[in-house]
């Protein structure tokens, strides 16, 4: 049982949750300060400010072997100050996305949202179609989080999105996934990695590359940063990104990246980093 801090508890409402570990908390207080830094921050630049969640979950997660549940990413960026003017939200497991609209229809019943069912990366067409259009009378800016499981991401569904003004906040799943099954992912057939980076160079790289198996988390944290400086997005070095680690062996799980064609997110991006702490804010007994 955990006593419950503020802000990111929810009390259970009945409807389907995601299940997450301890650390979550961890990357919901760390995108719930930046959705609401982002978001107030660019509320007088643009005319409309748009967020987009392609691996949205439902709305809540429950932590797993217990009765907490905490906001999930869609609904923290719906319960901001300044919210988003408008949200796209996509969700491949129709169960997950049927609550997340009953919840996003609780927090902020006005808000104007596109939901996507389906993958993500089978979808983008839709998705990029539900991003109103920009032009010298209507600047649109689009916040973009992906937070997949694994490392699951196809470099061509952000290749697809980047063609719009829009920032990317990536989790690099490169110690839950890519670490564990490096022996797989690096043996020559398996595409994984090659459609996360949008290349199969990093192969080569990777032999090149100093101090072996245990820099291969950090290797592939830069080799996806490089991925996205080929998109025009500014250069991202790990120690830019926050490492997320598991709260029992102190393991590192994953990167949160941020990645932007503008220098004043990573501005608002240091704030966050500054302000991250690694202590969970529940009494677990
Ligand atoms: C790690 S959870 C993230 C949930 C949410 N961002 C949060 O933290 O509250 C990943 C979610 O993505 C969904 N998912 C997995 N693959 C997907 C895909 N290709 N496209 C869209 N959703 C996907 C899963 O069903 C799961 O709900």
Same mark, same amino acid.
């Not at 830094?37 to 439902?58: C, E, H, N, P, S």
């Not at 245990?214 to 290797?219: A, N, T």
């Not at 393991?251 to 500054?274: D, G, N, T």
């Given at each position: 049982m955990a006593s419950s801090p503020d802000g990111l508890c929810v009390n259970d409402d009945g409807l389907?949750c995601g299940e997450v570990g301890r650390w979550a908390e961890t990357k919901y207080r760390l995108i719930a300060y930046? +959705?609401e830094?982002? *978001?107030?921050? &660019?509320?007088?630049?643009?005319?409309?400010?748009?967020?987009?969640?392609?691996?949205?979950? *439902?709305g809540y997660s429950q932590i797993r072997n217990t009765d907490i549940r905490l906001k999930g990413s869609?609904i923290l960026?719906?319960s901001?100050?300044?919210?988003? +003017?408008?949200?796209?939200?996509?969700?491949?497991?129709?169960?997950?996305?049927?609550?997340?609209?009953?919840r996003?229809?609780?927090t902020?019943?006005?808000?104007?949202?596109?939901?996507?069912?389906?993958?993500?990366?089978?979808?983008?067409?839709?998705?990029?179609? *539900?991003?109103?259009?920009?032009?010298?009378?209507?600047?649109?800016?689009?916040?973009?989080?992906?937070?997949?499981? +694994?490392?699951?991401?196809?470099?061509?569904?952000?290749?697809?999105?980047?063609?719009?003004?829009?920032?990317?906040?990536?989790?690099?799943?490169?110690?839950?996934?890519?670490?564990?099954?490096?022996?797989?992912?690096?043996?020559?057939?398996?595409?994984?990695?090659?459609? *996360?980076?949008?290349?199969?160079?990093?192969?080569?790289?990777?032999?090149?590359?100093?101090?072996?198996?245990?820099?291969?988390?950090?290797?592939?944290?830069?080799?996806?940063?490089?991925?996205?400086?080929?998109?025009?997005?500014?250069?991202?070095?790990?120690?830019? &990104?926050? &490492?997320v680690r598991s709260d029992e062996k102190n393991?590192?799980?994953?990167?949160?990246?941020?990645?932007?064609?503008?220098?004043?997110?990573?501005?608002?991006?240091?704030?966050?980093?500054?302000y991250s702490t690694d202590q969970t804010s529940f009494s677990w007994e």
């Open positions: 389907v930046y +959705d830094l982002f *978001a107030t921050g &660019m509320k007088d630049k643009w005319d409309q400010r748009v967020y987009i969640d392609l691996y949205a979950g *439902a869609p960026a719906l901001i100050a300044h919210p988003f +003017d408008k949200y796209i939200f996509c969700e491949e497991s129709n169960d997950l996305l049927e609550a997340l609209k009953t996003t229809r609780r902020l019943p006005k808000a104007d949202v596109t939901f996507v069912p389906g993958s993500c990366d089978n979808e983008i067409g839709r998705i990029c179609k *539900a991003i109103p259009q920009g032009s010298a009378g209507n600047k649109v800016l689009s916040l973009c989080l992906v937070d997949p499981f +694994d490392f699951g991401i196809k470099f061509e569904t952000i290749r697809r999105l980047s063609k719009i003004f829009v920032d990317f906040v990536v989790l690099l799943a490169v110690g839950m996934d890519a670490g564990r099954n490096y022996d797989l992912y690096v043996d020559v057939n398996h595409p994984k990695i090659d459609e *996360a980076l949008g290349n199969v160079e990093w192969r080569e790289r990777w032999k090149k590359y100093p101090g072996g198996r245990k820099r291969f988390r950090e290797f592939l944290a830069e080799e996806f940063a490089l991925s996205m400086k080929s998109l025009g997005y500014l250069e991202v070095k790990p120690h830019q &990104m926050k &490492m393991l590192p799980l994953y990167y949160l990246a941020l990645f932007s064609r503008h220098s004043i997110a990573f501005q608002l991006w240091e704030q966050v980093l500054k």
